[in-house]
């Protein structure tokens, strides 16, 4: 191999610096790693070595990789011992003085042409070079936990970055295995950037008590794909590692409300209840696995009421078929009657609201979640509002489970959860494009790569309609007078055309 940056140091013995280690020595450089602490460098060698062996186990590399990779893998006992290299990568803790120390004494010891970077999660790639002589040789190289797993790697450009140095780190990100993604040095990048809408709208939800933890993972998996549900991903990352970028992202963005944090996480973390490596989160786990509440059991209804459907439904036709697969008996009339169940199906709109506009019995009145086509969910999502009679809720949760589809209630809100949550992903990446963040190409692959979404943000406003999903914006800021909801420049311009159709653009 003929890696860009023969000989590469890593400061930090972390799980960050041992992965980036790992895939830098598999490229073929000659990889150097120090930390200030010798024996948590021991442990690092140690640790990737062991992975070799065990690839080796599983065939997936022969003996010789294995003997070249450990040659490759050198401690460096002092970080004089970096001089040489053509490359340093720092990944150590998450603080600009620390940083901005560690580059100034190693601007001093590599050569003028040595390329420094940073793995800063948070901090600004232009702040931590501000202090340097050769601003232009610094950049940053954001990689993700797992190193090895996680596929994507943010180049950051500070304000006086050479562009070329970019380029060569997304040319040696490709020889490491890995895809690379170009960023401007904007609060959170692109990955953490792009992450907020997730947890922070669902955070929101919970704390308006329209559902809970569980019910909330359930209906994001289930209607819309996503792998982990919000309150599972921050378990699994942690509140001692996603609160304080929730809290970074926001200061740096001068309390932009998108933005905005949850007191949720904030007491959470406070108390230690930080996620699954502690045993306890937003779920308890028994040796790793975390112990979910049961569903509510589908309530017994023998005598079902008639239905009626609004006249301004979305997806009404779609609806009324379902209803007529499901066995109801539909009334026609211009208005229900005095024994039916009303049935809505708002953008953005609460039940309440709805019922009041059109006339409804708000006792008689449930909603449904119909953004997404049924036939595509797993998952149905019913709200009722605060009038609701408890035989229509039972009614309606009966009816909409009868061919076996879970069925979620809620309480009712402005947007159902997976209005809201998709709603506000679609508009902040919307956003990171009218910002000029990145490349919707690159925002598409650092999404999917980076946080494990079902599809990119740009494809999904595409997929569920960029339409419907201003029009969820629009009413729920109705609904909140919140400015959280005010809908991005880019994804108004954009909306009626197609979102994804802005991928050729440069």
Not at 347 to 366: C, H, M, N, S, Y
Not at 422 to 446: F, K, M, Y
Not at 462 to 482: M, R
Request: aromatic share 6%; charged share 20%; proline share 6%.
């Amino acid at each position: 191999m003929n890696p860009i940056f023969k000989t590469v140091g890593v400061v930090g013995a972390g799980a960050m610096g041992r992965g980036i280690a790992q895939i830098a020595a598999q490229a073929g450089s000659l990889v150097k790693i120090f930390d200030m602490q010798t024996d948590a460098v021991t442990k690092a060698i140690a640790g990737v070595e062991a992975q070799w062996d065990k690839l080796a186990e599983k065939q997936r590399i022969n003996p010789q990789q294995v003997s070249d990779y450990k040659k490759a893998l050198q401690p460096a006992t002092r970080l004089s011992d970096l001089a040489d290299c053509d490359l340093v990568i720092e990944a150590i803790v998450e603080r600009l003085d620390i940083k901005k120390s560690l580059f100034a004494e190693l601007e001093d010891l590599v050569r003028p042409t040595a390329v420094l970077v940073t793995n800063t999660s948070s901090l600004s790639v232009t702040a931590i070079a501000s202090a340097l002589k050769r601003p232009e040789q610094f950049a940053g190289y954001h990689f993700f936990n797992p190193v090895p797993l996680m596929k994507v790697v943010e180049v950051i450009a500070g304000i006086k970055t050479n562009p070329e140095i970019c380029q060569d780190l997304g040319q040696f990100a490709a020889q490491m295995g890995h895809k690379a993604v170009q960023a401007q040095d904007t609060p959170g990048f692109i990955v953490n950037h792009a992450g907020r809408g997730y947890g922070t709208e669902a955070l929101r939800i919970v704390s308006e008590g329209i559902a809970d933890f569980a019910t909330i993972d359930r209906i994001l998996k289930d209607q819309v794909g996503f792998k982990l549900g919000p309150f599972e991903l921050m378990d699994l990352t942690a509140l001692d590692v996603s609160h304080p970028v929730m809290e970074s992202i926001y200061q740096q963005y001068y309390h932009e409300p998108r933005y905005r944090p949850s007191v949720i996480t904030a007491q959470r973390l406070a108390g230690g209840i930080v996620g699954k490596k502690v045993g306890e989160g937003f779920y308890k786990y028994t040796e790793g696995v975390a112990i979910w509440p049961a569903e509510p059991p589908v309530p017994v209804v023998p005598d079902m009421p008639p239905v009626w459907v609004s006249t301004r439904a979305v997806r009404r036709a779609e609806l009324l078929q379902l209803l007529k697969d499901l066995g109801a008996k539909i009334e026609t009339g211009a208005s229900p009657s005095a024994q039916a169940l009303s049935i809505v199906a708002p953008l953005g709109f609460d039940v309440t609201t709805v019922a009041i506009v059109e006339r409804l019995d708000p006792a008689r009145t449930i909603g449904i979640d119909f953004l997404i086509d049924d036939k595509t969910t797993k998952r149905r999502v019913l709200a009722t509002n605060p009038a609701t009679r408890a035989d229509m809720r039972d009614a309606a949760h009966a009816l909409f489970a009868r061919d076996g589809k879970p069925v979620s209630m809620i309480r009712d809100s402005g947007g159902f959860v997976t209005q809201r949550v998709v709603a506000t992903i679609v508009n902040i990446a919307c956003d990171i494009c009218q910002q000029g963040v990145c490349t919707p190409q690159d925002l598409e692959t650092a999404v999917t790569l980076g946080l494990g979404y079902p599809m990119g943000p740009l494809t999904m406003g595409d997929k569920f309609g960029p339409t419907e999903l201003l029009e969820v914006l629009f009413n729920v800021q109705t609904v909140y007078g919140d400015p959280r909801y005010r809908p991005s420049p880019w994804l108004r311009r954009r909306g009626a055309i197609g979102l994804s159709l802005s991928h050729v653009e440069s």
